[in-house]
C-alpha cells in the first residue's frame, strides 16, 4: 500500500469525521476552488480508499456494542446489580442526586431478554399442514 502524503492524510481525517469529501479537502490545504474534484479523486484513489475503511471499521468495533457486552449489562441488570441515578430539586433549588437499584420490572424485563438468548421460553409448536395444488384448466373431476 503506498504511503498517504500528509495533506492525503488530514484529507481522510477530515473525511472520517465529516464524511463530506468538499469541505474535508478545504480543512486539509487543498485549493477551494478545485476542492470538490479533489476530495472525489481522493476517495477514488486505493489507498485513500482502504485507510479510510480501516479506520471507519476500527471506530465502528469502539462504537458499536458487543455480544459479550450487552450479556453483561442485561445480566447486571436481572441481577438487580444495576443502578439509576434519581435527580431531585429541594425547596431552596438544591440538585440533589442519589441512585437507586433498578425496579423489578425492568429486572423482569432484562431477565426475560436473558431467557430469550438462551432459548428457554421457545414454544414448541406442531404444525401439520396439508396443501393441494390445483393448476390452472383441471379439475378433480377429470381421469
Do not use: W
Not at 484529507?11 to 485549493?31: E, H, P, V
Amino acid at each position: 500500500m503506498s504511503k498517504l502524503t500528509e495533506r492525503q492524510k488530514a484529507f481522510a481525517d477530515y473525511y472520517i469525521m465529516s464524511l463530506n469529501a468538499t469541505q474535508s479537502a478545504i480543512k486539509a490545504g487543498y485549493s477551494e476552488n478545485c476542492a470538490r474534484e479533489i476530495g472525489y479523486e481522493n476517495l477514488t484513489k486505493p489507498h485513500i480508499k482502504s485507510y479510510v475503511e480501516d479506520r471507519l471499521k476500527a471506530l465502528d468495533q469502539v462504537r458499536i456494542m458487543q455480544m459479550n457486552e450487552a450479556l453483561i449489562r442485561l445480566s447486571e441488570k436481572a441481577r438487580g446489580e444495576s443502578f439509576e441515578e434519581i435527580v431531585t430539586v429541594t425547596q431552596l433549588g438544591e440538585v440533589v442526586k442519589a441512585e437507586k437499584r433498578i425496579s423489578e420490572k425492568d429486572q423482569l424485563k432484562a431477565l426475560e431478554l436473558m431467557g430469550k438468548y438462551h432459548k428457554l421460553f421457545t414454544d414448541k409448536v406442531d404444525a401439520n399442514i396439508q396443501t393441494q395444488v390445483i393448476f390452472e384448466g383441471e379439475s378433480d373431476l377429470e381421469d
